[in-house]
């Protein structure tokens, strides 16, 4: 079933995430969010490690054939460029 938490917010801008918000996502004291906003303007919190399984799961969707070896070799041959300019 889905959920949806309330928590205020402090004079100082401070957020006590809800105890099932933190358990969920297995947050322990210190470590970090990511808030990212949505094209309609809403907002997202997830674990960095999260945030990053999404990404790569867009990226997926959206260039399948595209191979971190490809993203390697532009890089590489990006770099040569710009070291034969100088």
Do not use: W
């Amino acid at each position: 079933m889905l959920m949806t938490y309330s928590a205020p917010i402090s004079s100082n801008g401070r957020v006590v995430v809800p105890k099932p918000v933190r358990e969920k996502l297995r947050l322990e004291d210190g470590e970090e969010l990511v808030f990212t906003e949505t094209e309609d303007g809403r907002f997202t919190i997830s674990t960095p490690e999260l945030a990053l399984r999404r990404l790569q799961t867009l990226f997926k969707q959206h260039c399948p054939d595209y191979t971190l070896d490809d993203f390697l070799g532009e890089k590489r041959e990006e770099a040569r460029r710009e070291n034969n300019e100088d």
